[in-house]
């Protein structure tokens, strides 16, 4: 059965570190979304593609967070630098529709600690 | 502000009985509707779906109902198992496949 792919599982970084993480979607996914989850909250939209192309970045802090999609594949998400409030899960999700609404497909999940 | 509420933090129901779990929303403009299941330290999986054209949706224990007027839905799990212990997460998506997230409701199952 097809997954969303992330790496790593769980990073441990010091504060004031550049921290990156991987996702690669379901195969064929058009629309890639990058999820921020505090305990006890939902998850909390960061950026979201269409393609390669950047749909919905208004919640992503860009001062110090970055996301790319170069190919309109795999996918990058950049904290540079790290506050111990970045503390999180930060979640991959992956739909197949262009303009039609569909289930997303989450992977594992990358758990930040920042220190 | 909150587009997507979940008011009860925590359930807790019997084994066999019915759990109901409840979301409202805001924005008039969401068309589908959508529950996933997380346990902790993995990502969320999708459980159900629902579009605004519908009022109900059924796959197995798990049946979804929506009110458009109330801007309301509602997953229906019969009989709850232990196994269904877990975080519930109610979402909404607009056009362009936006999807937002309610916190959470906490499911405990007592065998």
């Known amino acids: 059965e097809a997954e969303v792919a992330q790496s790593p599982r769980y990073k441990i970084t010091e504060k004031s570190q550049a921290v990156a993480f991987w996702c690669d979607p379901i195969?064929?996914?058009?629309?890639l979304y990058w999820y921020r989850q505090i305990l006890g909250q939902g998850p909390e939209l960061l950026v979201q593609?269409?393609?390669?192309?950047?749909?919905?970045d208004s919640q992503l802090p860009k001062d110090r967070f970055s996301a790319e999609r170069l190919k309109g594949v795999d996918s990058t998400l950049k904290i540079q630098p790290a506050e111990l409030g970045d503390s999180a899960m930060y979640l991959c999700?992956?739909?197949?529709?262009?303009?039609?609404?569909?289930?997303?497909?989450f992977g594992q999940g990358t758990r930040l600690t920042v220190v | 502000d909150q587009q997507v509420k979940q008011n009860s933090p925590s359930l807790s129901v019997q084994e066999g009985r019915i759990s109901i779990l409840n979301c409202d929303y805001t924005n008039s403009m969401f068309d589908y509707f959508l529950w996933y299941k997380k346990y902790p330290a993995e990502g969320p999986t999708f459980l159900i779906s629902i579009s605004s054209i519908k009022d109900k949706n059924e796959d197995g224990r798990f049946t979804v109902f929506l009110n458009k007027s109330a801007k309301h839905l509602s997953l229906h799990i019969v009989p709850s198992q232990p196994g269904d212990s877990a975080v519930y997460f109610c979402a909404a998506m607009s056009y362009g496949n936006k999807l937002v997230f309610g916190a959470g409701t906490i499911l405990r199952v007592k065998s």
């Open positions: 195969s064929g996914h058009a629309t």
């Open positions: 999700a992956s739909s197949s529709t262009r303009g039609v609404n569909t289930e997303a497909f």
């Open positions: 593609f269409q393609d390669e192309s950047v749909v919905d």
